[in-house]
């Protein structure tokens, strides 16, 4: 099974980017996240479908 969420961290490491540009794109709604107790997760198919990658087929988006 293929992991749905993902840490702020590997968010950031997939995408190359840095704590404020990631907390930019969470407050802009572009990455969707989840709260479960204290922490605050990345929904994977949002960080996919912002770099440009289809988040069913694993493809590019055109």
């Known amino acids: 099974m293929e992991a749905i969420l993902c840490s702020q961290a590997d968010a950031r490491e997939m995408l190359a980017i840095g704590q404020t540009k990631l907390g930019e794109l969470i407050a802009q709604g572009e990455l969707e996240t989840v709260r479960i107790g204290a922490r605050r997760l ?20 055109r």
Do not use: C, F, Y
């Open 42 to 61: 990345v929904k994977i198919a949002s960080v996919r479908r912002l770099a440009g990658v289809d988040p069913e087929q694993g493809g590019v988006v």
